[in-house]
């Protein structure tokens, strides 16, 4: 896939992956949507954002954690 609303900008918000340049983390958007954070609010809290931002910031999450090893702590 091929990510056109992700941007990486060393001189922005330290390179972390942001929405279309724009200084809104895409770790922001992904970890609003597993507190449960309804779309509409989201986007209330962020006017910059559209609903394929993310969408698309899903995608990227989903294929940067597939792309490698994360480490898990072993439950008894």
Not at 16 to 23: A, F, H, S
Not at 25 to 40: F, I, K, L, N, S
């Amino acid at each position: 896939m091929k990510f056109t609303r992700i941007t990486v900008q060393p001189d922005q918000m330290g390179g972390v992956p942001c929405i279309r340049g724009l200084r809104i983390p895409v770790a922001t958007v992904v970890e609003m949507v597993a507190d449960g954070m309804p779309e509409g609010e989201i986007m209330a809290a962020y006017p910059d954002l559209e609903a394929e931002d993310i969408r698309e910031s899903l995608y990227f999450a989903a294929e940067t954690v597939r792309e490698r090893e994360i480490p898990l702590v072993r439950t008894a």
